[in-house]
């Protein structure tokens, strides 16, 4: 049972923009702790995407981006392509549970 | 480059045991902390657990609290997970990860399959 909650599905037509909604609680993002998003692709390991609430590693196009605030966390992906097509989870630490937590998924369409 | 390369999985009995292992390279391994993700077919990314650098410290997710051990061996740059009194909803993907805890999961690993059955 997943701690943070995501819409199941997203979608969009190329080019436009769609959000992504992770919601936690005072114990995990709440709580301060940072939150974390990863792509993956069909059929491969997931990819870091956004560390840190709102940092992009090296090589991650800036048509991501991520945002924090209170218990909740969102992920944007603008000038949607048909590469993003994918699944996306975002992940924090709970201090109840005492280890990461992860987001149920959400799996985003481009049209 | 940062590789790590999972091995160990394979079709077990209910009850058996199993240990996965995961060789590091391109990063100084005993300075990360390293963890264990898992995933269902089908379904989401479920943490398993994870150890400290020096390995003094781990933690495990209550699904298999008791029935996992993590370790490290950082002479040979490897992590192992120890799976006992396996059942069936062990059955996923099981990925090994650099990072953990209130850090990001950086790396991974490309995942080994372990069927419980």
């Known amino acids: 049972q997943s701690v943070l909650t995501q819409p199941p599905s997203v979608s969009g037509a190329p080019g436009q923009k769609v959000t992504i909604s992770c919601t936690g609680s005072?114990?995990?993002?709440?709580?301060?702790?940072?939150v974390h998003w990863y792509q993956q692709l069909p059929g491969t390991a997931p990819k870091l995407l956004i560390f840190?609430?709102?940092n992009r590693p090296s090589g991650v196009p800036d048509r991501f981006s991520g945002s924090k605030s209170g218990t909740s966390a969102s992920l944007a992906i603008s000038g949607l392509q048909t590469e993003d097509e994918a699944d996306y989870y975002c992940?924090?630490?709970?201090?109840?549970?005492?280890?990461?937590?992860f987001g149920t998924g959400t799996k985003v369409t481009v049209l | 480059e940062v590789q790590l390369e999972e091995s160990g999985g394979g079709l077990v009995q209910p009850g058996g045991s199993l240990r996965l292992s995961c060789v590091a390279s391109?990063?100084?391994?005993?300075?990360?902390?390293m963890s264990w993700v898992r995933q269902a077919p089908g379904k989401g990314l479920e943490w398993v657990s994870v150890?400290?650098?020096?390995?003094?410290?781990?933690d495990y997710a209550d699904s298999v609290k008791g029935r996992a051990v993590i370790s490290r061996d950082n002479s040979k740059d490897t992590l192992y997970l120890q799976m006992n009194r396996l059942r069936g909803d062990d059955t996923a993907v099981y990925y090994c990860?650099?990072?953990?805890?209130?850090?990001?999961?950086?790396?991974w690993g490309q995942g080994i399959l372990v069927t419980v059955s």
């Open positions: 990860a650099k990072g953990g805890r209130w850090l990001p999961f950086d790396f």
């Open positions: 391109g990063f100084t391994f005993r300075n990360n902390a």
């Open positions: 150890i400290s650098g020096i390995g003094g410290s781990s």
């Open positions: 005072s114990s995990n993002i709440g709580a301060g702790f940072d």
């Open positions: 840190g609430n709102s």
């Open positions: 992940q924090s630490y709970d201090s109840s549970l005492s280890g990461s937590v």
